[in-house]
Structures are given as structure tokens and as C-alpha cells.
């Protein structure tokens, strides 16, 4: 019921820009939108998160001011825009989803540092990034 339906990767030269959408469907509440990357032989790695109750937003330090997320809650979509890209973020690029009501403080690693707390997954996107 609950579907993410991603878009927006592909081959970029060092520098350039992505964007990459999230589309929601099946949700009757508020969530939170998470963006995950998993290159070959790495950890996956928590990128960015956003909370559709109030908008609030987290960061990876690695993507911190080069990277931005956003929401349209009237298209239930969620945007990473990606400028400045390096070779090192080359990777699949994994959109989740969870319930959250944005009620009370939560922390960075609470989004990014927990992938099992999602229980909904798109099917990932590959950004690659040519030097």
C-alpha cells in the first residue's frame, strides 16, 4: 500500500548538479522522508532526512552545504537537490519512509544513523560522479 517511487539519478561530472525525487503514496499521516547511499564495499550511510509535520531537516557533515532537502507535501514528494557533487558520492541512492508526527526533539542520528527504524524503501537510484 504504502509505495516510494524514486527518480532523478544518472552520470554527473565532478562539480555538477542532481536532483532526486521521492514520491509518496499510501501515507494518512504525517512521515519522515530519509535518504541513504550504499556504494560497493561501504557502510550504508545516512544522508538526509526531513519531517513532513514541521519540515525539519538533517544532514550528513560529509553533504552539509552542498546538498538540500525539500518537501512538497501537496505532491507527497521529497526532493535531494545535489550541487557540488565529488566522486566520492558516487553510490546507490535509497529513498525510505516511516510514520512520524514530528512531535518533540529528535535527534540527527535518530534519522540518519538508524535505517531499520524505516520500514518503507524505494528501489534506489544510481548517481555516479566521473573525476
Known amino acids: 500500500e504504502v509505495q516510494l517511487v524514486e527518480s532523478g539519478g544518472g552520470l554527473v561530472q565532478a562539480g555538477g548538479s542532481l536532483r532526486l525525487s521521492c514520491a509518496a503514496s499510501?501515507?494518512?499521516?504525517?512521515?519522515?522522508i530519509g535518504w541513504f547511499r550504499q556504494a560497493p564495499g561501504k557502510e550504508r550511510e545516512g544522508v538526509s532526512a526531513?519531517?513532513?509535520?514541521?519540515?525539519?531537516?538533517y544532514y550528513a557533515d560529509s553533504v552539509k552545504g552542498r546538498f538540500t532537502i525539500s518537501g512538497d507535501n501537496a505532491k507527497n514528494t521529497v526532493y535531494l537537490q545535489m550541487n557540488s557533487l565529488k566522486p566520492e558520492d558516487t553510490a546507490v541512492y535509497l529513498c525510505?519512509?516511516?510514520?512520524?508526527?514530528?512531535?518533540?526533539?529528535?535527534?540527527?542520528?535518530?534519522?540518519?544513523?538508524?535505517?531499520?527504524?524505516?520500514?518503507?524503501w524505494g528501489q534506489g537510484t544510481q548517481v555516479t560522479v566521473s573525476s
Open positions: 525510505a519512509a516511516m510514520t512520524d508526527r514530528a512531535i518533540g526533539f529528535r535527534s540527527t542520528t535518530y534519522y540518519l544513523g538508524g535505517p531499520l527504524r524505516y520500514p518503507y
Open positions: 499510501g501515507f494518512t499521516s504525517d512521515y519522515a
Open positions: 526531513i519531517r513532513t509535520g514541521d519540515g525539519r531537516t
